[in-house]
């Protein structure tokens, strides 16, 4: 599945960017102590995090070296902005995942200024790090901390004929795990960050299923004040944008909860969100899901 298709750029990436702040918003209340940002936390510790610094910038030589020039054996997978490659640090310790902009896709400048705006700013452990970016000439490279166990994509519907399914822990410490990230996103970032393309392919896991979320190219400011949404091009994946802003173009946090439903479904009944291999009436998951409850309704009923 792709996103909807994003040509013709507002130019405003860097102004909403900028107004971002790492910092919460204020609340009548004081809240309680956030454990979970602390580096010391044992879900930190569990994700693998490693602390925040300021985003590095690489030339594309370096990046070269680390990726063995980009060499098909180093190829972890490729998206909407391009292919991403494993690579290794010159010390050979660190291992990074390097993503490279395909120059003749959808996504281009926009989504990569937004990209890296947006992950220098925001930090959570439930959101993969950025490390570093490369602007070097035409070539335009995203630098992220490697994700061992891959995209819940990948375990969940293109899983090898020998690899397990995720048991029922796995796929509920996912899910908890990508709440808590758009949570951050909605409730502690000011302004509030609206994800706008969650799905299972943009849901990363680190050791023992820990998820991150990834690719914030078409990450949003959300609506500040008096404001009730922000209106925009609609984005998104066929599938997982929520019918009311497909149809308004108004853009709301709720948007993204829409999109948490749809993958949560996928994670309980192991189907794709769309998916025409299957019969008339069940392609679409969430159609599915609901013809199947409002058929059980009356029985319950009785």
């Known amino acids: 599945m792709s996103c909807f298709p994003c040509s013709g750029s507002s130019g405003k990436a860097g102004e909403d960017a900028a107004a971002l702040s790492p910092s919460p918003r204020p609340s009548a209340a004081k809240p309680a102590p956030d454990r979970s940002n602390s580096r010391s936390s ?4 569990r994700g693998g995090s490693i602390p925040h610094g300021p985003a590095k910038i690489f030339t594309f030589r370096e990046l070269a070296i680390a990726t063995k020039n980009f060499r098909k054996d180093c ?26 902009l395909d120059r003749n896709g959808f996504q281009g ?96 896991l680190s050791e023992d299923y820990y998820p991150k979320l990834s690719d914030f190219g078409l990450a949003k400011l959300g609506p500040v004040g008096e404001n009730t949404h922000v209106s925009t091009r609609v984005m998104g994946t066929y599938g997982y944008c929520a019918p009311e802003y497909a149809m308004t173009g108004q853009l709301t ?12 479904l996928e994670l ?21 899901v609901r013809s199947t409850a409002l058929s059980y309704l009356p029985s319950v009923l009785v």
């Open 109 to 204: 400048n926009r989504e990569f200024l937004v990209e890296v705006l947006m992950l220098s700013l925001l930090h959570h452990p439930n959101l993969v790090r950025l490390i570093g970016y490369c602007a070097d000439g035409d070539q335009r490279l995203l630098v992220y901390e490697y994700m061992l166990l891959g995209s819940l994509e990948n375990h969940l519907h293109d899983r090898p004929p020998d690899r397990e399914p995720l048991d029922w822990n796995a796929r509920m410490r996912i899910a908890v795990g990508a709440a808590k990230g758009l949570e951050y996103l909605h409730d502690k970032a000011n302004p509030p960050v609206i994800y706008r393309d969650f799905k299972p392919s943009n849901i990363l």
């Open 253 to 264: 946090v709720k948007s993204d909860v829409y999109s948490f439903g749809v993958v949560f």
């Open 42 to 45: 044992s879900s930190v510790r």
């Open 268 to 288: 309980v009944t192991g189907r794709r969100a769309i998916d025409h291999t299957k019969p008339d009436g069940e392609s679409n998951l969430v159609a599915w």
């Open 75 to 100: 190829l972890l997978g490729e998206g909407g902005f391009g292919r991403v490659y494993k690579g290794h640090m010159e010390n050979g310790q660190q291992v990074i995942a390097v993503k490279q």
